[in-house]
Structures are given as C-alpha cells and as structure tokens.
Antibody, heavy 120, light 113 residues
Framework: QVQLQESGPGLVKPSETLSLTCTVS????????WSWIRQPPGKGLEWIGY???????KYNPSLKSRVTMSVDTSKNQFSLKMNSVTAADTAVYYC??????????????WGQGTLVTVSS | DIVVTQSPDSLAVSLGERATINCKSS????????????LAWYQQKPGQRPKLLIY???TREFGVPDRFSGSGSGTDFTLTISSLQAEDVAVYYC?????????FGQGTNLEIK
C-alpha cells in the first residue's frame, strides 16, 4: 500500500520560501507522476503542479514564477519550494501520486496534508 | 484555464435517498483521440484528505461502493449516490485533468436531512 507523508516547517514568514518534502513508502517513486495540491483553510482545492520521477515538471501558470519542484529517487522523495510567500499561501499542502495512463493521471494516493501558515 | 462549476454548493438528503451533484466545465473535457472524459470526482470527509471516487467521468476507483456513480460527457457531469449512508457526509469535488492547470470545482457540501 503506497503511503505519502509531507514534512516541513508549519510556519513561514512573509516574503520567505516555503519548503516541503513528501516521502513515499510502500512503492517506488519511479514510473509515476507526483503532485502538490493545496487547500486554504475552509476553502477548495488548488492544483500546484506535478513532477515526473525523471524530473520533468508542469506548474500551475498562476504560481509558476514562484514554484520549483524536485525529485530524489534515491530517497523516494519529492519536494516543493515556493518563494516570496504571503498570507494568501496559508493552506494545507497535500502531496499526491498521479495514477498511470489507465486512469489518466488522477490523484489516487494522497498524503495526510500539512498546514503551512504564513505569518510574521 | 478551464473553469469547473459545481451545483449546488450545499445539499441535504435523507438517509437512503438519492443525492445528485452536478459539475459543469467551461469547455469540453472529452478527448477526441480516445473518447474519454478527463473528469474525476473526489470525496473529502471532515478533517481528512481527499479520496478519489471516480475517474474518466464514470469509472469507479477500486473499493468505492457501487452506490456511487458518475455520468455525463463533454461539459456536463453528474455524481449520484443512489442510497445515502451516514458515512457519505462529506464535501465532494469534481476535477478536470484535460488540460493544465488541472482545476477543481468549488465543492458541494453533502449533509444528512
């Protein structure tokens, strides 16, 4: 059973960089796409982007200038960095696996989510 | 961006009754090459992570009860719960994965009447 676990600081100061890591267990990070999705408190879901195990990325254009994703296959981890954060970036951040071509790459496994608050 | 709009925003249904949630995309998510609709449904129970229910608009994820069904094509889609159970109380989201950025509907809050 694939499991994902987000980790990183829960509090980030405005204008600084948010950094999160997702550790994948119960399966290999190879051969799949991996995504970050966020949810502001009490609101809906926003897709941030995805990364393939080879390092290929696609980002939401609305966040593209501030977002970088990376993958470390040796550690079975992938990461998110978002710079110049503001209070609007306060959200629960989820990492997720995108299924394969049989499902069209939908998010079939999710981490439990981690709340990141942007505040001084 | 494809805008995805759900209706209603909130819904209260009696136990054992049918619940219907609608999802409309601002442009078609039907791919001409494979005739598949790039539309998924997720369930998010209070305090929990989202859970994939349906993909390709109508294919149930493994382990999802058959009281959940999806239908529709092109721009108009429906999630139906045939006989509401107490454990179905949740917020339901549809998502298009036809084009980047993948976008979600605003969510429908389903409660027991």
């Amino acid at each position: 059973q694939v499991q994902l676990q987000e980790s990183g600081p829960g509090l980030v100061k405005p204008s600084e960089t948010l950094s999160l890591t997702c550790t994948v267990s119960g399966g290999s990070i190879s051969r799949y796409y991996w995504s970050w999705i966020r949810q502001p408190p009490g609101k809906g879901l926003e897709w941030i982007g995805y990364i393939y195990y080879s390092g290929t990325t696609k980002y939401n254009p609305s966040l593209k200038s501030r977002v970088t994703m990376s993958v470390d296959t040796s550690k079975n981890q992938f990461s998110l960095k978002m710079n110049s954060v503001t209070a609007a970036d306060t959200a629960v951040y989820y990492c997720a696996r995108l299924g394969d071509d049989s499902s069209g790459y939908v998010a079939d496994y999710w981490g439990q989510g981690t709340l990141v608050t942007v505040s001084s | 961006d494809i805008v995805v709009t759900q209706s209603p925003d909130s819904l209260a249904v009696s136990l054992g009754e049918r619940a219907t949630i609608n999802c409309k995309s601002s442009q078609s998510v039907l791919h001409s090459s494979n005739k598949k609709n790039y539309l998924a449904w997720y369930q998010q129970k209070p305090g929990q992570r989202p859970k994939l229910l349906i993909y390709w608009a109508s294919t149930r994820e493994f382990g999802v009860p058959d009281r959940f069904s999806g239908s529709g094509s092109g721009t108009d889609f429906t999630l139906t719960i045939s006989s509401l159970q107490a454990e179905d109380v949740a917020v339901y989201y549809c998502q298009q994965y036809y084009t980047i950025p993948y976008t979600f509907g605003q969510g429908t809050n389903l409660e027991i009447k």
